[in-house]
């Protein structure tokens, strides 16, 4: 199993604004991913972040938005750039187990924007 | 590109009566597996189903692969107040595509 922590687990920001999540995991890992999950919705995967190589990014989500870091096989960082309420939102970091396929999610940062 | 969708929607459940909620893939699945997402909290594996026609029971859960590997179900049997969350299939396609999550479905139980 593996243990996440990610912080902040709330935020209020204002519109036009930056905000960076932290994720860090209790062990190595090759593939950290970064899901979205809106209010009531279900989760949607924003990006793959992969250590020393750029981000991986799904559909709908560019760099320019959510740029992502992967310094070291435990951390990661996801930012929401430019805010705007349309960004409000649970950011949720997650690892897979490589034996099992099963993920690991952290608490999750609900961002709300103004 | 693959897409998963799950019904329904919202169950409500008076406790003890049984609850279902199924998924269908558009394309054939390597595997499936469910999570479950209490109110505030994030989600939880529960199992993951690899074979055509697999079933596999968790105390009063019972999940189900279908035969293509196209869909998949969970079964409650005898729900309880504990069992009140959301409950996500989520499909790995073939090669390195992503895992695609249903929309899920929200479980609330009456005492």
């Known amino acids: 199993s593996a243990v996440i922590s990610q912080k902040p687990s709330r935020d209020i920001c204002q519109r036009g604004t930056s905000l960076t999540i932290q994720c860090q995991v209790d062990?190595?890992?090759?593939?950290m991913f970064w899901y979205r999950q809106q209010p009531g919705q279900s989760l949607t995967l924003i990006a793959t972040?992969?250590?020393?190589?750029?981000?991986?990014?799904e559909s709908g989500f560019v760099i320019d938005k959510f740029p992502i870091s992967r310094p070291n096989l435990t951390f990661s960082t996801l930012t929401v750039s430019n805010m705007s309420p349309e960004d409000s939102s649970i950011y949720l970091c997650?690892?897979?187990?490589?034996?099992?396929?099963?993920?690991?999610f952290g608490e999750g940062s609900r961002l709300t924007v103004l | 590109g693959q897409q998963v969708m799950q019904i329904p929607q919202y169950q409500h459940v008076q406790e003890g009566e049984d609850f279902t909620t199924y998924c269908n893939s558009s394309?054939?699945?390597?595997?499936i597996q469910w999570y479950k997402q209490r109110p505030g909290g994030h989600p939880v594996f529960l199992i993951q189903?690899?074979?055509?026609?697999e079933v596999k029971k968790q105390k009063r859960l019972t999940f189900q692969f279908g035969e293509a590997k196209k869909n998949s179900s969970l079964h409650i049997t005898a729900t309880q107040t504990t069992d009140v969350g959301t409950y996500f299939c989520a499909g790995w396609g073939a090669g390195n595509t992503p895992l695609v999550f249903g929309k899920g479905t929200r479980l609330s139980v009456i005492a």
């Open positions: 394309t054939t699945l390597s595997n």
């Open positions: 189903l690899v074979k055509s026609g």
């Open positions: 972040a992969n250590q020393g190589s750029e981000a991986t990014y």
């Open positions: 062990s190595q890992v090759t593939m």
């Open positions: 997650s690892v897979r187990d490589s034996y099992t396929g099963e993920l690991f």
